[in-house]
């Protein structure tokens, strides 16, 4: 094992290398954007409502409820699911030296789905979900493989840098393909759209979405690299890669500081994401606000989220990752608290403009922050990753879980918006347990790894 440590710390930092693991945050950020926060939820919530009754009330396989709970608990169930299989998935493709595949095969999985919602109608509503669910599981699923890959082709000293970078080449991406979409939505007739069928060019662009997702990863596979330590599996892949997942977990009992930093991230991240899977439709049932607000808030959110992820790097270089982090959680309670009390489109703006500030950088140094937590010496990345992204998943569906429930028994979204000021302050709790750099060298020494 030492042997191909040697020999893959000489093949760091390759450009060619780096820019393509960025490019796969071009490639698969357009789903956030278009499916998770723009369009899709806006295009939902118009299917879903009924013109005749002013109901939002749908029926999905027999089951009647609010489309916003039934939206709520759809992102749910799909985390859900990655969450329970990432880790063993994680842990055959690190035995295997199979991760680019298994990245590969939930990225066709998601992008193949996301473009099936082109057949999202009234009359397929309930199917329709199941695709979404299905790419979120795509999504959700190709990022644990995705994110592994950091500590393999870059030296720590790079990590934030490089995160960010990722992370700001996806908000570029998503929004030129935002904005084309929206062009074709406003003005349908510049691409041969009939003005009266307003259906089309919202379903054309969950189409765009997946083409563009599928086709700029191959860039990204093509580049990055398979096997990167030569492992040669013997065996069953299955049993192998259990023992794996074992070895791994073992590990990870030993780091008490990559523990209360999984801790911290469980809780403010929950509140993050359910922030970003909700607020298009908070703006759409609470705020009444019209599509074309909407928009200019995500778009807001995006363009600003650019510099927030390069300044929260900056902030890191400066003070340490785990202080950055704290001021983010803290500017993330504050706009908790100013959007409990929100009415208006411009208030929906400025809040707005600051999620964006502080979206980027979590996201960016929380990825770069947790590899930094992983011992040096070991190969199973995949592994690792898998305990930061069910941490991530687990969060997600236990917060949009919260949401729905607390909207559904309350009648309100603003005591929903309440709760999460909750996830975050426990999220900064735990940050402070986490200590400095020297300590956490002295832990990793701790660590053997076989």
């Known amino acids: 094992m030492q042997k191909y440590l040697l020999y893959f710390c000489m093949q760091k930092n390759n450009p060619t290398v780096t820019r393509a693991w960025c490019f796969y945050d071009w490639a698969n950020s357009v789903y956030s954007l278009v499916i998770t926060s723009t369009i899709f939820p806006i295009y939902y919530s118009a299917v879903a409502k009924n013109p005749e009754t002013d109901s939002s009330i749908v029926n999905f396989f027999g089951f009647e409820l609010q489309s916003s709970v039934l939206f709520s608990y759809a992102v ?32 066709y999985l998601g992008s193949i789905s996301c473009a099936a919602l082109f057949f999202f109608t009234k009359e397929t509503f309930s199917i329709s979900v199941i695709f979404f669910v299905l790419a979120s599981i795509g999504f959700s699923g190709s990022i644990v493989f995705y994110n592994s890959y950091l500590p393999e082709i870059a030296t720590e000293d790079q990590y934030d840098k490089l995160s960010a ?52 990863a191959q860039y990204s596979f093509y580049h990055l690299p398979g096997n990167v330590y030569h492992r040669k599996p013997g065996g069953s892949w299955v049993l192998n890669g259990f023992k794996e997942l074992q070895k791994v977990l073992n590990q990870v009992k030993e780091l008490p500081l990559l523990k209360r930093f999984l801790l911290a991230y469980f809780f403010y991240n929950m509140g993050v994401q359910t922030v970003m899977y909700v607020a298009t439709i908070f703006g759409i049932e609470v705020l009444a606000l019209p599509d074309e607000a909407l928009i200019i808030t995500i778009l807001i959110i995006q363009l600003v989220a650019i510099a927030g992820a390069y300044g929260f790097a900056a902030l890191s270089n400066k003070y340490g990752n785990i202080k950055a982090l704290i001021i983010a ?122």
């Open 329 to 450: 959680v803290i500017i993330w309670i504050g706009i908790c608290i100013a959007a409990y009390f929100i009415n208006s489109a411009n208030q929906f703006y400025v809040l707005a403009a600051v999620v964006g500030s502080v979206m980027g950088g979590i996201q960016s140094l929380s990825r770069s922050t947790y590899s930094k937590l992983i011992p040096a010496t070991t190969i199973e990345h995949a592994s690792f990753f898998s305990f930061y992204d069910v941490t991530e998943k687990i969060s997600i569906v236990l917060g949009t879980l919260a949401y729905g429930a607390i909207a559904q028994l309350t009648g309100s979204m603003r005591y929903s918006i309440l709760a999460l000021i909750v996830f975050f302050a426990l999220g900064l709790l735990f940050l402070s347990l986490v200590k400095g750099k020297r300590t956490l060298q002295a832990e990793q020494e701790r660590v053997k790894v076989s």
């Open 165 to 216: 970078q990722g992370f700001s080449l996806g908000y570029i991406g998503s929004v030129l393909l935002l904005v084309f979409n929206l062009a074709m939505i406003m003005q349908p007739g510049w691409f041969g759209i009939a003005a009266d069928n307003t259906s089309l060019p919202p379903r054309i662009a969950f189409l765009t979405t997946g083409i563009w997702w599928f086709g700029f």
């Open 76 to 107: 749910s169930g799909a985390f859900l699911i990655i969450a329970a299989l990432s880790p063993f998935l994680t842990a055959i493709a690190d035995y295997s030296g199979r991760k680019k595949l298994f990245m590969r095969l939930f990225c």
